[in-house]
């Protein structure tokens, strides 16, 4: 397709247990970016790509959370060690934009779900 | 950092009423302002932008003005609809990443 697509859009683990999430973006659009969306929280900044640049890893809440990006274009965020507090929609969205941040294009999410 | 408040909902309007969702932000510089929509079952989207001062954006009778003197970049439509019931997100870009509000859910009734 030719939007931001996003997988697994449903995740149930238990606590203590490792999970990947992955984000395939639009192609062509170097900048990459991970948000958290929590009830009542709105959209929390997690990590953004962009090219071959150093990541912005500024949004990351703690050592348990990690992002890569291979070849400049598939993302995989992983969380180790699972908490409930990390129950949340993992949004990842994609720009073709550099600089100035101009539109961001999301996925639909992947909600996980940590019992 | 960047914060953005905005009121909250959810927001119920029969329809053809007219919407006003406030937003305020606080930002260094000259940050762009935008509007995001989450339709039910859907990913965000872009509703509207404005990069500079006294700007208007506006997208499908939505309009938001960026008044800089008071932080400012409230959402207005002059008559909602039923398709118009989503969630309502302001954001504020400054360098490379967006920060956003905790959102406003819209609800439009016959």
């Known amino acids: 397709g030719a939007g931001v697509s996003q997988s697994p859009s449903n995740k149930v683990t238990e606590k203590g247990k490792d999970v990947e999430l992955r984000c395939d973006p639009i192609?062509?659009?170097?900048?990459l970016y991970w948000y958290r969306q929590s009830l009542g929280q709105g959209l929390e900044f997690l990590i953004y790509?962009?090219?071959?640049?150093?990541?912005?890893k500024s949004g990351l809440p703690s050592d348990r959370f990690s992002a890569e990006r291979t070849g400049g274009s598939v993302s995989t965020l992983t969380i180790q060690r699972t908490q409930q507090e990390d129950s949340a929609v993992y949004l990842c969205?994609?720009?073709?934009?550099?600089?100035?941040?101009?539109?961001?294009?999301f996925g639909e999410g992947s909600r996980l779900t940590v019992l | 950092g960047d914060s953005v408040t905005q009121m909250e909902g959810p927001v119920t309007l029969s329809e053809e009423a007219f919407l006003t969702i406030n937003c305020t932000y606080t930002?260094?510089?000259?940050?762009?302002l935008f509007w995001y929509v989450q339709y039910p079952g859907e990913g965000l989207q872009l509703l509207l932008k404005?990069?500079?001062?006294?700007d208007k954006g506006s997208n499908k009778g939505f309009e938001a003005t960026y008044r800089k003197e008071t932080t400012s970049f409230h959402l207005e439509k002059g008559s909602v609809q039923v398709s118009d019931s989503a969630v309502y997100f302001c954001?504020?870009?400054?360098?490379?990443?967006?920060?956003f509000g905790t959102g406003t859910q819209l609800k439009v009734e016959l």
């Open positions: 192609s062509g659009h170097t900048a």
């Open positions: 404005a990069t500079k001062a006294d």
């Open positions: 954001a504020t870009g400054g360098g490379n990443k967006l920060t």
């Open positions: 930002a260094t510089g000259y940050p762009s």
């Open positions: 969205a994609s720009s073709s934009e550099r600089g100035k941040i101009g539109e961001l294009f």
């Open positions: 790509f962009q090219g071959n640049s150093a990541p912005d």
